[in-house]
């Protein structure tokens, strides 16, 4: 924009790239943007996980203010944040900026299976009553869900997939048992052990931080 005497302004028209203020500008609509593609997939990867916000930061590594300030734009993530959330969400770093989760197919049918705490499942395997889930994990496309299927978070942090044990032989097989006083445990079986087999461990859907 020119004024009467011929000089240019320093206030300028936003699509000027050149013009210091308008440039400042563009770099903060760009800022601010990829703020919000990270806030928007961080916040849809927890819910398809079922797990909370304060969750993520815990399991990433990483100081819950920090995470809370890096959604809210006031502080930009680092690669080794990133890196951090994403394998907390099973996802690559790269997604996370990608913006909106892409919507399924509505022909895909989306197999859901309840999310529970360890204490949970032992406590409703011991009262032969179903589980009450805290939240709800999308199962693998490949896998079939059936009847007493569920994922829970174990020691190391990571969800897992249970569901009843296939075959009678349970030697060899990662299993979750019940220990005395209402506790469980994840272990592999070399034999038929004494402590009663809940469910089964089908595999790990979202591994836990390193």
Known sequence: MLRAHGRYSAIADDASPFDLYGSR??????????????????????????LQLTH?????????SHFWDVLAGRKSPTL????????????????LLSGDPPVPAPSRKVQ?????????????????????PSGWVDAPARR????????????DGSICLFGPLEGG?????????QLRGGRCAVKQLRAAGREPIIAELLEVLVPGPR
């Open 169 to 177: 032989d349970p030697a060899g097989k990662v299993v979750l048992v």
């Open 144 to 155: 079939a869900v059936r009847e007493g299927m569920f994922a829970a978070v174990i020691r």
């Open 80 to 95: 080794s944040w990133l890196a951090k959330v994403a394998a907390v969400l099973g996802r690559e770093p790269k997604d």
């Open 25 to 50: 500008r563009l770099a903060r609509r760009w800022k601010d943007e990829v703020h919000r593609r990270l806030r928007a997939r961080v916040r849809a990867e927890a819910e398809r996980l079922g």
């Open 112 to 132: 859901r299976v309840p999310l529970v705490s360890m204490a949970e499942a032992a406590a409703a395997f011991s009262e032969s009553r179903e589980v009450r």
């Open 56 to 64: 993520v930061a815990d399991r990433a590594g990483v100081s819950r």
